[in-house]
Each structure stands twice: as C-alpha cells, then as structure tokens.
C-alpha cells in the first residue's frame, strides 16, 4: 500500500470522501485515489478517497447522476482542501439543476482553495471530442485507425485497422484524443479514428 492510499484511508476511516458510502465487513465498497486535477505543484494534499461511483462520475461527464451528488451537502463542510474543490466543482457543473447553487453559496473556502477550484472549471464552450462518425468520445473508449498516420517526431507510422484501447482526450482540443500505439503514446485526430467500444 502507497503513503498516499494509507493517508487517505486513516484520515476517511475507510470511507468515500464524497457520498460516505463506507467499505465494511458486511458491504465491500471499491474506495481509490482520485487525484484533482489542476492542483497547484505547491500543495501536498491533492487527492481524495472515492468510490467507483464518484470516481466514474467524476472523470465521464456523460455519467453524472445529479441526484447522486445530493449527498454533497456534508461532504461541502470538510476541512480537507482537496476535497472542497471536487465538491466545489461539482457543484458549480451541477448549477443548471438549482439546488446546488445555495449550497455554492454556502460553502466556506480559503481563499487560496477557492482559487485551485476556480482554476479547475472549464468555463466558454464546452469541449467536446466525435470520431469520424460523429460518435462522441468518452475517456477509456476504444478506437479503430481508419488510414495510415504518420507519427510526428518519430519513423513510427499508426497503420489502418489499429485499434487503440483505453484513449484519453485532450482537454483543450476537441479535434485530439491521445492513447497507445505499441509501445508508444501517441496523439491522434480524431477525424482519422472511429470508436469501437468503452472499455470497462
């Protein structure tokens, strides 16, 4: 077990951060790390504990229940800085549903972690990745290469008919998904790729 997966069960007893389901003897709960994306290098403390069903929601915006995220209004009142920011976060995505924005309202943030939250939030159009097809592209989606690509900066070329497994997008290009070809990492456009399946 890592320092960091050690840390964060002692300091959750064991238990989501977000929605307090808990791993017991009697209901086996898959907890892991959820690092926060967009945290500042001169934090420490940059992940929380979640359950498969946060994490899930959390990094495939398509996967968000709002009625699931209802539970946030213990997990807002946490000291952990980490954890105000997923919550904060979540809470400014969910803002078309209504109720989250009182509890926005209410939530008590230093200012230098209101900062890291706000510099996580996508804001302006949002970004979205199609395959050739117009299918929408979701992180850990597999692929298909539709033509031979030439790999910049390398003698590697992406042949037609590659499947690309397990691809994650480029956040600020919808147009770029990114994901293993052999050995290599590569970035590919999406307009020569075709989705084949999620990966579970």
């Known amino acids: 077990m890592s320092d960091t997966s050690q840390l964060l069960e002692e300091r959750s007893g064991n238990t ?13 709960v898959h907890l892991d790390i959820y690092k926060v ?18 994490r899930k929601q959390l990094e495939d915006e398509s996967l968000v229940d709002p009625n699931h995220w209802r539970v946030l209004n213990d997990a807002m009142w946490s000291p952990v800085p980490a954890i105000q920011v997923v919550v904060y976060r979540m809470l400014d995505q969910l803002r078309p ?87 290599t990492q590569v970035v590919l456009l999406t307009q020569y790729v075709k989705k084949t399946s999620k990966e579970d």
């Open 97 to 183: 549903e209504g109720w989250p924005v009182d509890l926005i309202e209410m939530m008590y943030m230093e200012e230098e972690t209101k900062k890291w939250a706000e510099e996580g939030i996508q804001r302006g159009p949002k970004i979205i990745h199609k395959d050739v097809n117009g299918n929408i592209l979701h992180r850990g989606d597999s692929v298909v290469i539709i033509k031979d690509l030439d790999v910049k900066g390398s003698s590697l070329i992406a042949k037609r008919g590659t499947a690309v497994r397990n691809i994650s997008l480029v956040r600020d290009n919808a147009n770029q998904i990114e994901g293993r070809v052999g050995p």
């Open 37 to 54: 994306p967009d945290s500042p290098k001169n934090v420490k403390d940059t992940a929380v504990l979640a359950c498969e069903t946060c």
């Open 16 to 28: 989501c951060e977000l929605c307090a389901v808990a791993d017991t003897l009697e209901v086996k």
